[in-house]
């Protein structure tokens, strides 16, 4: 790719410039997307009462905008919509990818990758955008599977919110690689290295009314 | 188990029964702390200048304590020094068991065990429950651990501090079974059912410069 084709990076602000660490951190635009695409589950904080909250929850991506859903009825979906500034939220996906067991205690860790956005939902009001939204967050669990199975009807999208969060305060931060002892550790006589962790899929199960004769679809034992 | 040794669950309070699908939700200890111990990483909330931040970091459990830990330059661990009243705290915990394909669009899901806990986060500043947060922590990464690491010497403990959380205003939330989808979509012919996710370890990496006589602990080859 040529510098021109790049994708820019996402703004530093002083939200997402950590106070430590921070060579792990970063602001490429397609890093923090690879992130984003690696699972369909983030958590979601929102300020209620004056007091913290943090829910999971799925949530799609249509280039630079996230999206999350909900019942109208759920909580901090109502607060986004009676507010007509939106709702303030921190969105927070994060990988694991290895257990780092040091010599020494103190330098135990994890091998990770997140991505931390700030920043303001607003409810969807568009129904078209309503409509490519509730799609990205199928296609996030599965890629391809909103056109294979029926769209929500109208009652449906009636008691679906969606929230739109753009994404623009944003970081990523990672650790990879093996532990960080002291110099004066590497001759203790304890175990060190990473474990890793890994995550995948098992094979699917089908319903127990699905008809015998519809397959498995190829976007699925391709998983 | 006897009644009288069930331990009693948690209680319910306006923050901890949801107000949707209530049936999904729990205050029973004993399924609190299996979601807890299965996993070393939350996602810890707190409120800063009028704002959520969601960060994930490692926790471990003593009990009914949870205790977090971070440089004494981080800023969730420093506001909650300076207050002396402690730092008002959402700390969750999820596991993702599968994806749930229904036929409709609008039924897709995804089974879970969540554990959401409220609370003040309060800086440990005995000497003795730090050392034993500090263990915890360790071997809440891989049980067994601490007493197979170097402990943290002085300056460690000095550069370190450690959050304590009692586990009061706590829920779980339950997700499992099989897509739910509405009678009149029975027939509709698409694919349908679980994807199980799965999560594991790989075999563990051993250091660069380990000591190729110092052998893998059992409690890995175990994991």
Same mark, same amino acid.
Request: aromatic share 4%; proline share 8%; charged share 25%.
């Given at each position: ?6 994708? #820019?990076?996402?703004?530093?602000? +002083?939200?997402?410039? #950590? ?7 970063? $602001? ?12 369909? &589950? ?13 829910? #999971?929850?799925?949530?799609?991506? @249509? ?5 999350? $859903? ?13 507010? +007509? ?5 921190? !969105?927070?996906?994060?990988? &694991? +990818?290895? !257990? ?15 991505? @931390?956005? $700030? ?20 296609? $996030? ?20 919110? &969606?929230?739109?969060? +753009? ?47 519809? #397959? !498995?679809?190829?976007? !699925?034992?391709?998983?």
């Amino acid at each position: 790719m040529t510098p021109s084709q790049a994708a #820019p990076p996402y703004r530093a602000t +002083d939200r997402t410039v #950590p106070t430590r660490v921070r060579e792990r951190a970063s $602001h490429d635009r397609e890093l923090v997307h690879s992130i984003l695409d690696e699972t369909s &589950v983030c958590h979601l904080g929102f300020v209620r009462d004056g007091a913290p909250v943090v829910l #999971p929850t799925l949530y799609g991506r @249509v280039g630079d905008v996230l999206y999350v $859903h909900g019942s109208t009825g759920s909580r901090p979906l109502r607060m986004a919509g009676q507010a +007509d500034r939106g709702l303030e939220v921190c !969105l927070t996906v994060t990988h &694991v +990818d290895g !257990l780092v067991l040091a010599r020494s205690a103190f330098h135990h860790s994890i091998n990770y990758r997140s991505v @931390v956005v $700030h920043g303001t939902a607003r409810q969807v009001t568009d129904p078209e955008e309503k409509r490519t939204a509730l799609d990205a967050l199928v296609d $996030h669990v599965v890629p391809g599977r909103s056109s294979d199975s029926r769209p929500a009807n109208a009652k449906e999208l009636a008691a679906t919110a &969606v929230l739109r969060l +753009d994404l623009d305060e944003v970081s990523a931060k990672v650790r990879t690689g093996g532990p960080g002892d002291d110099p004066e550790d590497l001759a203790l006589p304890y175990w060190t290295g990473v474990v890793p962790v890994v995550r995948g899929y098992g094979a699917p199960v089908a319903a127990d009314d699905l008809d015998p004769s519809v #397959p !498995l679809p190829a976007y !699925l034992s391709a998983l």
